[in-house]
């Protein structure tokens, strides 16, 4: 996969994880790579920017003595979802029509 592709679905990935409640890095990473590799590696540049762009937040809690960083998905993350979702409707159109013309469907233009 092209990886400004796979980028950019994996910061989605990352936002619709936090839809379901606040989490930290590990579980993230845990939950994401059920459907789609993650490492901690691109992990947390990926949460940098998130954050930067004020798609997530973050607050940290002492757990077993450490620190640990959890994110929280903001109005404007659950509104780049939206905005991926129907990009990606553009893109099965796109798909869907690389897809009929390999397989030797005809051209619609006239």
Same mark, same amino acid.
């Given at each position: 996969?092209?990886?400004?592709?796979?980028?950019?679905? /994996?910061?989605?990935?990352? /936002?619709?994880?936090?839809?379901?409640?606040?989490?930290?890095?590990?579980?993230?990473?845990?939950?994401?790579?059920?459907?789609?590799?993650?490492?901690?590696?691109?992990?947390?540049?990926?949460?940098?920017?998130?954050?930067?762009?004020?798609?997530?937040?973050?607050?940290?809690?002492?757990?077993?003595?450490?620190?640990?960083?959890?994110?929280?998905?903001?109005?404007?993350?659950?509104?780049?979802?939206?905005?991926?979702?129907?990009?990606?409707?553009?893109?099965?159109?796109?798909?869907?029509?690389?897809?009929?013309?390999?397989?030797?469907?005809?051209?619609?233009?006239?």
């Amino acid at each position: 996969m092209d990886i400004q592709l796979k980028r950019g679905i /994996l910061e989605v990935c990352v /936002l619709a994880v936090l839809t379901r409640g606040d989490s930290y890095g590990y579980q993230i990473i845990k939950d994401v790579s059920e459907y789609i590799e993650i490492s901690e590696s691109t992990l947390y540049p990926i949460l940098r920017r998130l954050e930067s762009g004020k798609l997530v937040s973050f607050y940290s809690i002492e757990h077993n003595g450490r620190l640990r960083k959890y994110y929280s998905i903001t109005e404007l993350g659950r509104q780049r979802i939206d905005e991926f979702l129907e990009e990606w409707k553009e893109l099965l159109k796109v798909y869907n029509f690389i897809t009929k013309m390999k397989d030797g469907g005809e051209n619609d233009q006239n």
